[in-house]
């Protein structure tokens, strides 16, 4: 895929005058910051200086609600349903994407996956955003100016998430395959596959 040329942008040249949202939908491990990298790196954006970068990657994650107590007690035994519509801060998001768009400075949240909390940094302009619903929201969807969606099967999909889950999460095996039987593989099956699906870029 000739990513620059899609985008019409130039990375050596003039800057980008307005920002192009790109949204990347998938299934859990589904290789959807894979997919983000690669636009990074067809455009130029990997051997830099992160404060030189005109191409930001937004995850979803970064829009979940916060957690009550209770709710983060739940998540450590991986009981916590974070793959429901409900879980994100859709207004958050909504509100966020629509500053991008007008080129306005904002901050974005970064979620921590070992503390279920988020935190904040300043990012910049052409923005690939990732996540498992974020074609779910029409008025979210529907700020992208392209949209895609990586398909990869399931078993795949799960091979990945253990591991990660473990080691980079700080999660037990038996929380992290509970919390997709649970939750992640009925939420794919419900809100990622067939909101995504019907809005992707042919």
Not at 74 to 91: I, S, V
Not at 97 to 125: G, H
Request: net charge negative; proline share 4%.
């Amino acid at each position: 895929m000739d990513v620059e040329n899609t985008l019409n942008v130039t990375t050596n040249g003039d800057a980008v005058k307005k920002p192009f949202l790109i949204g990347v939908a998938g299934g859990t491990a589904s290789g959807k910051s894979t997919v983000c990298k690669k636009i990074m790196k067809e455009l130029g954006q990997t051997d830099m200086d992160h404060t030189q970068r005109q191409v930001v990657t937004i995850s979803q994650d970064s829009f979940y609600r916060e957690l009550t107590a209770s709710e983060k007690a739940k998540a450590f035994q991986g009981l916590y349903n974070f793959d429901h519509p409900d879980a994100f801060d859709e207004q958050l998001k909504y509100e966020t994407l629509q500053a991008v768009l007008k080129a306005n400075k904002v901050e974005i949240p970064s979620y921590d996956y070992r503390t279920n909390s988020l935190d904040y940094e300043n990012k910049l302009t052409i923005y690939p955003a990732d996540g498992i619903l974020v074609f779910y929201f029409p008025k979210i969807r529907d700020l992208f100016h392209m949209k895609l969606f990586v398909d990869t099967d399931s078993d795949t999909r799960l091979a990945r998430r253990v591991p990660r889950d473990i080691n980079e999460r700080g999660r037990d095996l038996d929380a992290v395959l509970t919390q997709y039987m649970t939750f992640v593989k009925p939420a794919f099956e419900e809100f990622c596959s067939p909101a995504s699906l019907n809005y992707i870029n042919e």
